[in-house]
């Protein structure tokens, strides 16, 4: 299971001061102009003793292959540990570590989905 990534959608925003576009995130290769249509995520996480803490540690490759070969790809894709709170109905899993992963990477403003 992984997340597949891909550019953004360009969203409009309206406030009382008027309407602001804002621009779904690209996806890069670190130090390129290279723009990619999407990359594969794999997630490792590491659940916290109390029951209701989850570590995530994204890790971006160019595709599923890659992947499967160890090949990490540097992208402007934020790859920095992050932590969550889960709700008391929820278990600490992959499954919920995935949703928390998607929800993350969309608030970055791209587009993700679990694959």
């Given at each position: 299971?992984?997340?597949?990534?891909?550019?953004g959608?360009?969203?409009?925003?309206?406030?009382?001061?008027?309407?602001?576009t804002?621009?779904?995130?690209?996806?890069?290769?670190?130090?390129?102009?290279?723009?990619?249509?999407?990359?594969y995520?794999?997630?490792?996480?590491?659940?916290?003793?109390?029951?209701?803490?989850?570590?995530?540690?994204?890790?971006?490759?160019?595709?599923?292959?890659?992947?499967?070969?160890?090949?990490?790809?540097?992208?402007?894709?934020?790859?920095?540990?992050?932590?969550?709170a889960?709700?008391?109905?929820?278990?600490?899993?992959?499954?919920?570590?995935?949703?928390?992963?998607?929800?993350?990477?969309?608030?970055?403003?791209?587009?993700?989905?679990?694959?």
């Open positions: 299971m992984g997340i597949l990534l891909s550019k959608n360009t969203k409009e925003v309206v406030t009382e001061e008027g309407t602001t804002i621009e779904g995130t690209s996806i890069f290769i670190k130090g390129t102009e290279i723009e990619l249509t999407n990359v995520v794999r997630i490792e996480f590491k659940a916290s003793l109390d029951g209701r803490t989850l570590t995530i540690y994204p890790s971006v490759f160019l595709n599923e292959f890659e992947y499967s070969k160890g090949n990490e790809l540097a992208t402007n894709v934020n790859t920095n540990a992050f932590e969550v889960i709700l008391e109905t929820e278990i600490q899993s992959i499954d919920t570590a995935l949703a928390y992963s998607v929800e993350k990477f969309t608030d970055y403003g791209f587009n993700a989905e679990i694959i």
